[in-house]
């Protein structure tokens, strides 16, 4: 990535705020990254953390930066384009994050600019996150350089407009599946013996070590669960009761509910 862009993100909520703590630790020098909230404790709490970072309007951020990134909950999406979309160029591009805002919305205030949908996780906050890109108007110059940035922050992948419900279901919303799936096992754990806190860190590894055995060895999960399914063990035992419970069935329609 073009270590002398100029960034800017607009929100700095649960996930602008992910994203733009992510930027100025990792991947942009501070003072090439501007923010602007309504919120002003939070944009103090960045300033006091990394105090090049340029704290603005959104009207002037626009102005300035290369590459915006719109962070606002959907239903200010068009309030907030209509204060400072006119300030903006097609010589630069808007990234928005706004989940289920169509390209069609955004294009009523930028018909000609480059415009990304983009669904992250929560897990960019850790450069752990699974980003999916969607281009409109775009170069592959410039759709390379957005999927770069969030690279950066994880793994990112390029999909359709189309996609983007399902990658919300699948993995905006799979990290609380997954936590969820956590937090059950943990109180397993407890009801085996370990206390809560050793029951969490035992199980976030073994979920780090069963994620990293697929990435890894892009393997099939049905082959990593033969290696450990010894006849008559007690894996496959655990599994059966779990399948019993209904859990795969439970699993799908969690992802399906909102389809």
Known sequence: MDTSLKIGVVGIGNMGGAIAYALAANIVAP????????NATATNAFKNRYADVHVTSSQELASTVDLIILAVKPWLVETVLSEFSQKLTDKQILISIAAGVEFATLSNFLP??????????????????MTFIAPHNATQEQTNAVLNLFESMGKAIVINEPLMAAATSLSSCGIAYALRYLRA?????????????????????????????????????????????????????GLNAMEEAGFTNAVIKGLLKNK
């Open 185 to 237: 096992a943990s109180e397993g754990g407890v009801e085996l013996g370990f206390t809560a806190s050793m029951a969490h860190q035992i199980v976030a590894q073994t979920m780090i070590g069963a994620a990293q055995l697929i990435l890894e060895h892009n393997a099939n999960p049905e082959e990593e669960i033969d290696k450990v399914c010894t006849p008559g063990g007690w894996t496959i035992k």
């Open 31 to 38: 003072h090439n990254l501007w923010i602007s909230d309504i």
């Open 112 to 129: 000609t600019m480059p415009l990304f949908r983009v669904i992250p996780n929560t897990a960019i906050a850790v450069t752990e996150g």
